[in-house]
């Protein structure tokens, strides 16, 4: 079985999970502007456009899983040299919250760039952080969070030499809605072969909505 | 000679009742007249009932005593055809003891006859004596026996001392023995408060312009489980804050620009100066600085803690939910109390 047909699999049994147990079951709908940026020693490629996706999430007490998938299609900017690709992408994330502003998360993200040309797969391991201020009250949030990645895998290429994200955000939370606004920078620089390094660099601006199920 | 010793024997028994007065007891030798009535030895018995009522009469003579020599005095008098004198010391005994009465086995109709008219000359009012009581409210009664000599109006009150208001406990008319009852409920249906309580008894005779009254005192005690205290009221280490200190406006200010400055950091700082960044670390420094402005505003415009009021609102809930339940099972102690009835002076006083 593949990697992402075990995430379909996760992905369906989440209510069977939810409804044997005491939890939260959150579903937000995700619009993201993302702009890709890529330099392999032939000047900057830069396609950008609009990802459309989704995710659900799990959590009981201080624990919850994540599940997401997002997908959409890049158009590259003229006078960058680059050609128009096809993004898609499936990431699960285990959280684990230790203080009321901190969340611990680590997960794993299939990513899949497409061209008329070739079909690249990405695998991304994460682990890192994301912090949680009230900005106004229990409604209003301020966010911040970063993550190391010390798995990136692309076929056709060496894994990544160094990569990490980062971003900053605001939430809003009433009752049963939610809503968030980030801005998350991902940077991924490769060993260098011969005399060039190669670098790769995706930002999205994500907004996104759902509802919060409380299930008893 | 047989002259002498039978003057002689004569003299000493007419001497020998003063000596045995002078030596008995006052019940000894009341027992001793009661034996020589009943003997219809009148004569005999006549100067011992006097020395019994007698003023000089030096050992201690009860009101029982003095009541039962009275009548014993009217009795024997009635004997001898005496009848109004009989009268007199039957209204001296009924005097001191409106409950006197004649035992109709014992005395004969002319002497009950007399009795009868001297009730009728009569008027007081009397009192049995209370003893220590137990009165349970929701199921018993303090009983009072009390008596008028003849017909009469008769009202019976009971007031706490130094209490202006009283309770009624009877106000109508009444000829000889009564029964009342108080249920330990004062005017107000509420349980008597604890104290000193003054049993009063005013009597108006219907047949002649005659009034009579008499106090009794009481002191009454409540007989009730310990109480429950009530949970104290909450203080402020109980409570949530509920609302935000004036500060709180600057620091979620500053959160939204630190947000900003993230976002302008990540584009900055993160990406590779090869590759550059687009706007989107722009436009998220431009939100969350909106964001920041607007819940600086919001904040100072709206400084209450929802969460933490409707939080406080369930601990003062919880609280008051506990205390009534404490309340309510306090008043099922009261409801339970027992009164505890016990005489505070001498069975009757007259004012």
């Given at each position: 079985?593949?990697?992402?047909?075990?995430?379909?699999?996760?992905?369906?049994?989440?209510?069977?999970?939810?409804?044997?147990?005491?939890?939260?079951?959150?579903?937000?709908?995700?619009?993201?502007?993302?702009?890709?940026?890529?330099?392999?020693?032939?000047?900057?490629?830069?396609?950008?456009?609009?990802?459309?996706?989704?995710?659900?999430?799990?959590?009981?007490?201080?624990?919850?899983?994540?599940?997401?998938?997002?997908?959409?299609?890049?158009?590259?900017?003229?006078?960058?040299?680059?050609?128009?690709?096809?993004?898609?992408?499936?990431?699960?994330?285990?959280?684990?919250?230790?203080?009321?502003?901190?969340?611990?998360?680590?997960?794993?993200?299939?990513?899949?760039?497409?061209?008329?040309?070739?079909r690249q797969r990405w695998t991304l391991v994460r682990a890192g952080a994301e912090a949680r201020v009230?900005?106004?009250?229990?409604?209003?949030?301020?966010?911040?969070?970063?993550?190391?990645?010390?798995?990136?895998?692309?076929?056709?290429?060496?894994?990544?030499?160094?990569?990490f994200d980062a971003g900053t955000g605001l939430a809003y939370r009433r009752g049963r809605l939610l809503?968030?606004?980030?801005?998350?920078?991902?940077?991924?620089?490769?060993?260098?072969?011969?005399?060039?390094?190669?670098?790769?660099?995706?930002?999205?601006?994500?907004?996104?909505?759902?509802?919060?199920?409380?299930?008893? | 000679?047989?002259?002498?010793?039978?003057?002689?024997?004569?003299?000493?028994?007419?001497?020998?009742?003063?000596?045995?007065?002078?030596?008995?007891?006052?019940?000894?030798?009341?027992?001793?007249?009661?034996?020589?009535?009943?003997?219809?030895?009148?004569?005999?018995?006549?100067?011992?009932?006097?020395?019994?009522?007698?003023?000089?009469?030096?050992?201690?003579?009860?009101?029982?005593?003095?009541?039962?020599?009275?009548?014993?005095?009217?009795?024997?008098?009635?004997?001898?055809?005496?009848?109004?004198?009989?009268?007199?010391?039957?209204?001296?005994?009924?005097?001191?003891?409106?409950?006197?009465?004649?035992?109709?086995?014992?005395?004969?109709?002319?002497?009950?006859?007399?009795?009868?008219?001297?009730?009728?000359?009569?008027?007081?009012?009397?009192?049995?004596?209370?003893?220590?009581?137990?009165?349970?409210?929701?199921?018993?009664?303090?009983?009072?026996?009390?008596?008028?000599?003849?017909?009469?109006?008769?009202?019976?009150?009971?007031?706490?001392?130094?209490?202006?208001?009283?309770?009624?406990?009877?106000?109508?008319?009444?000829?000889?023995?009564?029964?009342?009852?108080?249920?330990?409920?004062?005017?107000?249906?509420?349980?008597?408060?604890?104290?000193?309580?003054?049993?009063?008894?005013?009597?108006?005779?219907?047949?002649?312009?005659?009034?009579?009254?008499?106090?009794?005192?009481?002191?009454?005690?409540?007989?009730?489980?310990?109480?429950?205290?009530?949970?104290?009221?909450?203080?402020?280490?109980?409570?949530?804050?509920?609302?935000?200190?004036?500060?709180?406006?600057?620091?979620?200010?500053?959160?939204?620009?630190?947000?900003?400055?993230?976002?302008?950091?990540?584009?900055?700082?993160?990406?590779?100066?090869?590759?550059?960044?687009?706007?989107?670390?722009?436009?998220?420094?431009?939100?969350?600085?909106?964001?920041?402005?607007?819940?600086?505003?919001?904040?100072?415009?709206?400084?209450?803690?929802?969460?933490?009021?409707?939080?406080?609102?369930?601990?003062?809930?919880?609280?008051?939910?506990?205390?009534?339940?404490?309340?309510?099972?306090?008043?099922?102690?009261?409801?339970?109390?027992?009164?505890?009835?016990?005489?505070?002076?001498?069975?009757?006083?007259?004012?």
């Amino acid at each position: 079985m593949s990697a992402s047909a075990r995430l379909v699999v996760a992905v369906c049994l989440v209510p069977a999970l939810a409804g044997a147990q005491s939890v939260e079951l959150s579903g937000v709908v995700t619009l993201a502007h993302g702009d890709h940026r890529v330099d392999a020693g032939l000047g900057v490629e830069r396609a950008t456009g609009l990802l459309v996706g989704g995710a659900t999430r799990l959590r009981r007490r201080g624990i919850a899983l994540t599940i997401s998938g997002e997908t959409g299609h890049l158009t590259a900017v003229q006078g960058s040299g680059g050609i128009d690709r096809d993004v898609s992408q499936l990431g699960a994330v285990a959280e684990f919250t230790p203080l009321p502003w901190l969340v611990l998360e680590s997960g794993v993200t299939l990513r899949s760039f497409g061209t008329v040309v070739a079909r690249q797969r990405w695998t991304l391991v994460r682990a890192g952080a994301e912090a949680r201020v009230p900005l106004s009250g229990d409604t209003f949030w301020a966010v911040g969070h970063a993550h190391l990645l010390p798995l990136v895998s692309v076929n056709g290429l060496p894994n990544a030499a160094t990569a990490f994200d980062a971003g900053t955000g605001l939430a809003y939370r009433r009752g049963r809605l939610l809503f968030d606004l980030t801005y998350t920078l991902e940077r991924c620089d490769f060993p260098s072969q011969g005399s060039t390094r190669r670098s790769e660099q995706l930002g999205t601006l994500a907004l996104r909505g759902g509802a919060e199920l409380r299930l008893h | 000679m047989r002259r002498r010793a039978a003057a002689l024997g004569l003299a000493l028994s007419l001497v020998a009742p003063t000596i045995t007065v002078a030596q008995a007891g006052t019940a000894e030798l009341l027992q001793q007249a009661r034996q020589l009535y009943e003997r219809l030895e009148i004569e005999r018995a006549l100067p011992i009932l006097r020395q019994v009522v007698s003023p000089e009469w030096p050992l201690e003579v009860t009101n029982a005593q003095r009541v039962e020599a009275y009548k014993y005095l009217g009795a024997a008098l009635v004997l001898r055809g005496k009848r109004d004198s009989a009268v007199l010391y039957f209204r001296a005994a009924l005097e001191r003891d409106a409950f006197a009465d004649l035992d109709p086995a014992q005395f004969t109709p002319a002497q009950a006859g007399a009795f009868a008219a001297a009730r009728r000359l009569t008027f007081s009012v009397g009192a049995r004596p209370i003893p220590e009581t137990r009165v349970d409210p929701r199921t018993g009664r303090l009983t009072v026996t009390v008596v008028t000599t003849h017909a009469a109006v008769l009202r019976a009150t009971l007031r706490a001392l130094g209490d202006t208001e009283h309770v009624v406990l009877y106000d109508g008319p009444n000829d000889g023995v009564r029964e009342i009852g108080w249920n330990g409920l004062g005017r107000d249906g509420r349980l008597a408060p604890a104290g000193r309580y003054d049993l009063s008894l005013v009597g108006r005779s219907q047949i002649a312009a005659q009034a009579d009254s008499l106090h009794m005192y009481l002191d009454l005690r409540h007989d009730v489980e310990p109480f429950e205290d009530t949970l104290p009221a909450l203080s402020d280490r109980d409570l949530l804050p509920e609302r935000h200190p004036e500060s709180t406006a600057g620091k979620d200010l500053l959160k939204g620009l630190g947000v900003a400055v993230g976002a302008l950091a990540v584009g900055g700082l993160v990406a590779s100066d090869r590759l550059g960044t687009g706007r989107e670390g722009r436009i998220m420094a431009g939100t969350a600085t909106v964001g920041g402005i607007v819940a600086f505003y919001y904040r100072r415009t709206h400084r209450e803690i929802p969460r933490n009021v409707a939080l406080n609102e369930n601990r003062r809930a919880a609280r008051d939910t506990a205390n009534a339940a404490i309340r309510r099972r306090n008043a099922d102690r009261v409801a339970r109390t027992i009164l505890l009835i016990t005489p505070a002076s001498a069975p009757a006083v007259r004012p």
